[in-house]
């Protein structure tokens, strides 16, 4: 069994912002962009984004979204992110709706306990 390797990114929108905007913005402007560079067809085999729904009985969400995403290896991850698509025209792109000093992110491997 091949082990992937995942991508785990938690955003919280740029001050200024509300969380509708935000939400608008990375599906509509900021996953068109980063779905239109070829190494995102190469090198991302699974794509996924939380959202937060209400949850009267929880704290307020930390974050306004989650993202992961899977790649085969370690190496495909770095060409993926450090491809000159992804660093000239998609990363540029993230101070327009994310809170970059607020940015979490782990490379991670999963471990599936249930499922």
């Known amino acids: 069994m091949s082990h992937m390797v995942k991508m785990v990114i938690t955003l919280k929108r740029r001050e200024g912002m509300t969380h509708g905007e935000f939400t608008h913005y990375q ?6 962009l980063l779905l239109s560079i070829p190494e995102a067809q190469q090198y991302i085999r699974r794509f ?4 937060p729904v209400p949850a009267p009985n929880y704290p307020e969400p930390d974050y306004d ?3 992961e995403a899977w790649f085969d290896s370690m190496d495909d991850l770095n060409a993926f992110y450090f491809s000159e ?3 000239k025209h998609v990363d540029p792109d993230h101070e327009n709706f994310i809170d970059l000093n607020a940015f979490g992110r782990i490379v991670s491997e999963e471990e599936v306990v249930v499922g």
């Open 27 to 32: 599906r509509n402007i900021h996953r068109p």
């Open 48 to 51: 996924v984004v939380s959202y």
């Open 65 to 67: 979204s989650v993202v």
């Open 85 to 87: 698509n992804f660093l």
